[in-house]
């Protein structure tokens, strides 16, 4: 059984430009929540995805936006790189039905911005 | 706002030893309370959550947790250290029932002595 799976482990990208990171939630989870871990920091929720919707949003602007995929899966998107996104980001599982009472983690993406 | 505070930054211990990690966090009712713990270059693993009952929490790899309501704490706790338990160490809380918002501390990290 997969745990939550997530795409690219690693990239480099330039100001300015925009980045797609995916997740695939562990077998039999329904929402998805991603996070922000810059260096040395705890992991700073950006938001919830729960039946292709946004259900919750952390204090993160516009340039992060997010999808979930009638299977499950979601993409975090943020647009016009700044350096300060340089960061590790974290996909979270969980399945609504038991109150998300277990939450899995993926191993994260890790994001450089030049 | 809730929050949450790791006091110590980072700690050292000789293998063996034990340990107790604090965690101290602020919220208006009793929140869900969890330990994560993060290795170099990982995601989070589970180390043991709090939702009601026993105030006293197992977990995985012998550590233990103690929810402190009149302190609003949850400290962890392992009574013998090993050298493989060297690794960065969150806590996080969420409101009851909504567990797709974790609000995670800034993290204790651990160096294990041998």
């Known amino acids: 059984d997969a745990g939550v799976t997530q795409s690219p482990t690693h990239l480099i990208k330039t100001r300015g430009q925009q980045v797609t990171l995916r997740c695939s939630p562990k077998?039999?989870?329904?929402?998805v929540s991603w996070y922000q871990q810059a260096l040395g920091q705890g992991p700073q929720f950006i938001f919830q995805y729960y039946e292709e919707e946004e259900r919750q949003r952390g204090n993160f602007p516009d340039r992060f936006s997010g999808h979930q995929f009638p299977n499950y899966s979601s993409e975090l998107n943020v647009n016009a790189l700044l350096l300060g996104d340089s960061a590790l980001y974290l996909c979270?599982?969980?399945?609504?039905?038991?109150?998300?009472?277990?939450?899995?983690f993926g191993e994260g993406s890790w994001l450089t911005v030049v | 706002a809730q929050s949450v505070t790791q006091p110590d930054i980072h700690i050292t211990v000789s293998e063996g030893a034990s340990l107790e990690l604090r965690c101290n966090y602020s919220y208006g009712a009793t929140p869900y309370l969890f330990w994560y713990v993060q290795s170099p270059g990982q995601g989070l693993q589970l180390l043991l959550k709090?939702?009601?009952?026993?105030?006293l929490v197992q977990g995985i790899k012998g550590f233990e947790a103690e929810f402190k309501r009149s302190q609003s704490s949850f400290n962890l706790r392992k009574p013998s250290v090993h050298w493989s338990d060297a690794a960065e160490y969150f806590c996080a809380v969420a409101p009851s029932g909504n567990t797709g918002k974790l609000i995670f501390g800034q993290g204790t990290t651990l160096q294990v002595k041998p």
């Open positions: 709090y939702f009601s009952g026993d105030t």
């Open positions: 077998s039999g989870h329904d929402t």
């Open positions: 979270a599982s969980s399945l609504a039905q038991d109150g998300g009472n277990t939450i899995y």
